[in-house]
């Protein structure tokens, strides 16, 4: 936020979302097994050599986090699809969200007590 949460960025909001999201898979931690551990391939590339060119590796690269708007690309596909930076990500998942986002209904119950709620304040604030 900016100038003491006087303006707002949606963009900054979804990236923020993403960078959260990332964070909290991350924190349930990296499942091992013999597919994650990789003992095969690291053996077969050898230490010290290139291991991001292998399949397996670009397969589990969203295992500690599946993010929706940061792109893993190398960069020459990343240039090749267009070479948007994430602020412009940011923007078109805004658009999208704005332009198809259903909010779907509150439970009558749960209206119900929130609107006790509100009716209870008023009168306190009306009163007091």
Known sequence: MLELGMTFSME?????????QMTKKAMQGIPVSEETLSVESIQK??????????????QLIDYPSSPMLIDRR?????????????????NEKVQDVLK??????IDSD?????????????KAFKEG
């Open 12 to 20: 900054q909001l979804v990236i923020d979302n993403d960078i959260i």
């Open 74 to 90: 190398m960069f020459g596909d990343w240039a090749a699809a267009g070479s948007k930076d994430l602020a412009a990500v940011a």
């Open 100 to 105: 198809h986002h259903e909010v779907p209904p």
């Open 45 to 58: 590339v050898g230490i010290g050599n290139n291991f991001l060119a292998l399949k397996q590796t670009r």
């Open 110 to 122: 749960i209206l119900k007590d929130m609107q006790a709620i509100v009716s209870k304040a008023d």
